[in-house]
């Protein structure tokens, strides 16, 4: 199984909506999805329309109470199963507190599942707490959603410092994968800028031994786009709510590039049918300013 962990201490930058439709490209591509839900705010579990029942287990019983992670699964879809969470998860920091091992309870708690998924993905809260952590632990690849502001660097530092200590002291085949830019507006400066910064600061890693050393930006961006924030509102992926939408394309197009392969997605219903194949980091700093007029034909 491949672990993905989606992470920015930034809040709203769309780590959720990421993870629940690169998910779901992910599984219309035939892979069989583990989505976790590890932010107390539960939005990836609503963006399923998984709402948790009163007594129903959930991601915090499992980290708390030694609940098998098989008693909390949720399936939401063909080949997509969710571990839920709610608020109740906002205590878990704290009763963890005083807990031995508390950073490695997840990934224990994933082993026995392991074989039955082909791909997980862990929507984190917007801290860099003991959750993030244990999201951090039970993964081995960094996937940084980030949204092109001025700031937007500042936050990456921090968050790859943690990445770094995890890797340092617990978990050392944890690397960064890569960067996609969400809520991505082409035409404004700031946003080329912000990705030029971004290009040359990973270049200039290449070849040492951080976690970062082989992390690229992705080719594809995710536009702003309304659907994205409405389906959620419907409990729906993209996919269902708005399949010719950009949010569609757009995660269409991230899910081929996290897989690595060159696929089309032509019929998921753009007129505009487009290829995207691994881009190379000079590619990337050529392309990515305006990465949608790449391929489009
Ligand atoms: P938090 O840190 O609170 O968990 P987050 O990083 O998970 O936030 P999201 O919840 O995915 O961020 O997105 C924040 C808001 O922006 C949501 O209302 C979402 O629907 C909306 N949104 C996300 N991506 C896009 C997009 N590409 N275009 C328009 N709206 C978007
Ligand atoms: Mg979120």
Same mark, same amino acid.
């Given at each position: ?96 507190? &005083? ?121 594809? &961006? ?10 959620? &509102? ?29 696929? &089309? ?33």
């Amino acid at each position: 199984m491949r672990r993905i962990a989606v992470i920015n201490q930034k809040g709203g930058v769309g780590k959720t909506t990421t993870t629940a439709n690169l998910g779901a490209a992910l599984a219309k591509n035939g892979l069989r999805v583990l989505l976790i839900d590890l932010d107390p705010q539960g939005h990836l579990t609503l963006h399923f329309g998984a709402e948790l029942r009163d007594g129903q287990p959930s991601v915090y019983d499992v980290l708390t109470a030694a609940t098998p992670v098989g008693d909390v699964l949720v399936k939401v879809r063909d080949r997509m199963t969710l571990v839920p969470a709610d608020i109740d998860l906002a205590g878990a920091e704290v009763e963890l507190i &005083s807990v031995t091992g508390r950073e490695v309870i997840l990934r224990e708690a994933l082993d026995p599942i392991e074989q039955d998924y082909d791909i997980m993905l862990i929507d984190s809260p917007p801290s860099l707490g003991v959750l993030t952590v244990n999201a951090l632990v039970a993964s081995t690849e960094v996937l940084i959603p980030l949204q092109a502001h001025f700031f937007a660097l500042q936050g990456l530092s921090k968050l790859l410092d943690t990445v770094t200590l995890v890797r340092q002291r617990i978990n050392p085949q944890l690397h960064v994968g890569g960067v996609v830019l969400c809520m991505y507006e082409s035409a404004t400066r700031l946003a080329g800028e912000v990705v030029d910064d971004l290009v040359k600061f990973l270049e200039a890693s290449r070849g040492t031994t951080c976690a970062w050393a082989d992390a690229r930006v992705y080719q594809t &961006s995710i536009r702003r786009n309304i659907k994205l924030a409405e389906s959620c &509102s419907f409990g729906q992926t993209v996919f269902e709510y708005a399949p010719r939408s950009h949010g569609a394309i757009d995660y269409a197009r991230l899910a081929a590039e996290v897989l690595g392969e060159t696929i &089309s997605t032509e019929g998921v219903g753009t007129p505009n049918a487009v290829a995207v194949s691994a881009p190379s980091a000079s590619a990337l700093a050529a392309a990515a300013p305006t990465p949608l007029r790449v391929g489009v034909g």
